[in-house]
């Protein structure tokens, strides 16, 4: 199963709209939030509201998604746990729902972040337009097998792949 993972766009939707077309048969496109636009409309996405959302769209600030090969996915910007400081409270209530989440994806820091934490998949793609740390505007692409999750760190614009990593499921 193929996942495309955006976040922060701030309104800017030719990344968005290159990546979806680079990847038509992945089965979930996610925003982790500050689209500052309506995503309504695209079909097969899941957006979250960010800080930068709250005059824009009216989105949930969580969404959880169940997949078909058992892994649970918890889609959050991250600003109201703290993520731009570190991911503690992040991972602190994950492990509040039931069932645990297996992949966490969020935003907020503008800075990628793909790591796996007590047994966690956390997921933060950058930024699609406005990458804080004045690099490369990214996206991730998630794979999912029976036996690993493969994650793919791309370019926006080009889809270049920049970093993979590989984590056991």
């Known amino acids: 199963m193929e996942m495309i993972i955006f976040s922060d766009s701030h309104r800017a939707v030719n ?3 290159l990546a979806s077309k680079r990847h038509p048969d992945a089965a979930h496109y996610l ?8 995503i309504d409309d695209w079909e097969r996405f899941s957006v979250v509201k ?4 709250n005059h824009f769209c009216d989105y949930e600030e ?10 649970n996915v918890w889609i959050t910007h991250g600003h109201l746990y703290f993520t731009h400081i570190d991911t503690k409270k992040l991972i602190q209530e994950a492990k509040t729902f ?5 992949i ?9 972040d793909v790591r796996q934490e007590d047994g966690i998949l956390l997921i933060n793609p ?8 004045g690099r490369v505007k990214t996206y991730v692409r998630l ?13 926006a614009m080009e889809g270049e792949l920049l970093k993979a990593y590989q984590f056991p499921r």
């Open 104 to 112: 966490v994806c969020h935003g907020h820091t503008h800075r990628v």
């Open 143 to 155: 794979v999912i097998t029976p036996e690993v999750y493969d994650v793919q760190v791309l370019s």
């Open 15 to 17: 990344g968005l709209y």
């Open 31 to 38: 925003h982790c939030g500050d689209s500052e636009f309506p």
């Open 98 to 102: 039931d069932p645990i989440p297996t």
């Open 62 to 71: 969580n969404v959880h998604l169940a997949l078909p090969m058992g892994d």
């Open 50 to 53: 960010g800080n930068s959302d």
């Open 126 to 133: 950058g930024s699609i337009e406005s990458p804080r740390d």
